[in-house]
């Protein structure tokens, strides 16, 4: 079966650095990209960023790039996404979703919820 | 890269059906054949309904139907039911081998 697994909500202050995990089982990790999603507070899905586990090659959404780093572990299936300086409007909830085909993300991550507040 | 047009909302009894409209540009719908459409119910992750324009992954029931014209693309459910209630979210690939997703609906079964 495949899955996606998260790790567990972050509260954090502003200015603090935060590196959440997306683990993948079930599947050749090194086969499908993997993406990251954020959601805001009640808002819609806005595509970040993708990585390739086999090569690590990356690529970012203009509107976070420079704004979080993508990384993946091949050796222990997981994929990262990190920021060295948070801020408050970095409040919101976080998928990782495996590529699938051309165009889509078939199996998604259970999501981490971040809270940056002073 | 400007987030693809949804309708904020739409509504329907069951039984009915109901189309979602997701309008772009050349440089995502207009581009490729790359369109999904993914369910999410409150508080849960997205869900896979459609690929490809048309295709639907396994288990996804054929009340779901995606189609293309130009720029827009559409999700039909037909047969509503009260579990389609929810946010669904259209994407597309586009030129700049990036992703980007729709501002999202919400259906409303009445």
């Known amino acids: 079966e495949v899955q996606l697994v998260q790790s567990g909500a972050e509260v954090k202050k502003p200015g603090e650095s935060l590196k959440i995990s997306c683990k993948g089982s079930?599947?050749?990790?090194?086969?499908?990209?993997i993406g990251w999603v954020r959601q805001m507070p009640g808002k819609g899905l806005e595509w970040m960023g993708m990585?390739?586990?086999?090569?690590?090659?990356?690529i970012y959404s203009p509107s976070f790039q420079g704004q979080v780093t993508i990384s993946v572990d091949q050796s222990i299936s997981t994929a990262y996404l990190q920021w060295s300086g948070l801020k408050a409007s970095d409040t919101a909830m976080f998928y990782c979703?495996?590529?699938?085909?051309?165009?889509?993300?078939?199996?998604w991550g259970q999501g981490t919820m971040v809270t940056v507040s002073s | 890269q400007s987030a693809l047009t949804q309708p904020p909302s739409v509504s329907g009894s069951p039984g009915q059906s109901v189309t979602i409209s997701c309008t772009g540009t050349?440089?995502?719908?207009?581009?490729?054949?790359?369109v999904s459409w993914y369910q999410q119910p409150p508080g849960t992750a997205p869900k896979l309904l459609i690929f490809?324009?048309?295709y639907r992954p396994s288990g996804v029931p054929d009340r779901f139907s995606g189609s293309k014209s130009g720029n827009t693309a559409s999700l039909t459910i037909s047969g509503l039911q009260t579990e389609d209630e929810g946010d669904y979210y259209c994407?597309?690939?586009?030129?700049?081998?990036?992703?980007?997703f729709g501002g999202g609906t919400k259906l409303t079964v009445l």
């Open positions: 979703a495996r590529r699938f085909g051309d165009d889509a993300f078939d199996f």
């Open positions: 079930g599947y050749s990790f090194s086969t499908y990209g």
């Open positions: 990585i390739y586990p086999g090569d690590s090659d990356t």
């Open positions: 050349s440089s995502d719908l207009g581009s490729y054949n790359r």
């Open positions: 490809e324009v048309t």
């Open positions: 994407s597309s690939y586009t030129t700049s081998s990036n992703w980007v």
